[in-house]
T-cell receptor, first 111, second 114 residues
Framework: TQLLEQSPQFLSIQEGENLTVYCNSSSVFSSLQWYRQEPGEGPVLLVTVVTGGEVKKLKRLTFQFGDARKDSSLHITAAQPGDTGLYLCAGENQAGTALIFGKGTTLSVSS | DTAVSQTPKYLVTQMGNDKSIKCEQNLGHDTMYWYKQDSKKFLKIMFSYNNKELIINETVPNRFSPKSPDKAHLNLHINSLELGDSAVYFC?????????????FGDGTRLSIL
């Protein structure tokens, strides 16, 4: 069974701090996606990483795909209250027909 | 212009009732999905339809019956609602190319069973 483990589950920090969220698996994934979900809304795609070792940047967010394509991380520099939300990593199932989601990291950034 | 819209946003009903949730996407995507997000925010695939045909039915009780009248619509009908059905249900769509493409989610339907 393919599983994606996310850590930490909850993170509460002050504005301006840096943080890293991890997404790990014992399975190899062809790609991993990161989504952010705000209360009362559906998840919104932030990035897709495809190549092992790939690093992608989205303003203050840096995403990395592990060399073996079994893990990924999301690093946020100088967090802002607007970064508050639920961060989900997701990977394609073995049949290539749907996404498997991690259990999410709830981030709270206070000013 | 909302890309994936689902109605209703909130649904409060009694155990044993039958209810439906509607979903429409205006993105021209071929594939639509239903996900269930539980109280711990865990998001799990329930069904996937590609061009009106069922692709995935992930160990969902047969009280749940999806229906796709055309590729822009995927509705979810639930019979004999149980307490454990309380959750947020999300509809999503994507246009697969190579592998799973970005999923576009609706804003969810919060189902509460009394």
């Amino acid at each position: 069974t393919q599983l994606l483990e996310q850590s930490p589950q909850f993170l509460s920090i002050q504005e301006g701090e840096n943080l890293t969220v991890y997404c790990n698996s014992s399975s190899v994934f062809s790609s991993l996606q990161w989504y952010r979900q705000e209360p009362g809304e559906g998840p919104v795609l932030l990035v897709t990483v495809v190549t092992g070792g790939e690093v992608k940047k989205l303003k203050r967010l840096t995403f990395q795909f592990g060399d073996a394509r079994k893990d990924s991380s999301l690093h946020i520099t100088a967090a802002q209250p607007g970064d508050t939300g639920l961060y989900l990593c997701a990977g394609e199932n073995q049949a290539g027909t749907a996404l498997i989601f991690g259990k999410g990291t709830t981030l709270s950034v206070s000013s | 212009d909302t890309a994936v819209s689902q109605t209703p946003k909130y649904l409060v009903t009694q155990m044993g009732n039958d209810k439906s949730i509607k979903c429409e996407q205006n993105l021209g995507h071929d594939t639509m999905y239903w996900y269930k997000q539980d109280s711990k925010k865990f998001l799990k695939i329930m069904f996937s339809y590609n061009n009106k045909e069922l692709i995935i039915n992930e160990t969902v009780p047969n009280r749940f019956s999806p229906k796709s009248p055309d590729k822009a619509h995927l509705n979810l009908h639930i019979n004999s609602l149980e307490l454990g059905d309380s959750a947020v249900y999300f509809c999503a769509s994507s246009q697969p190319g190579q592998g799973i493409a970005a999923q576009h989610f609706g804003d969810g339907t919060r189902l509460s069973i009394l």
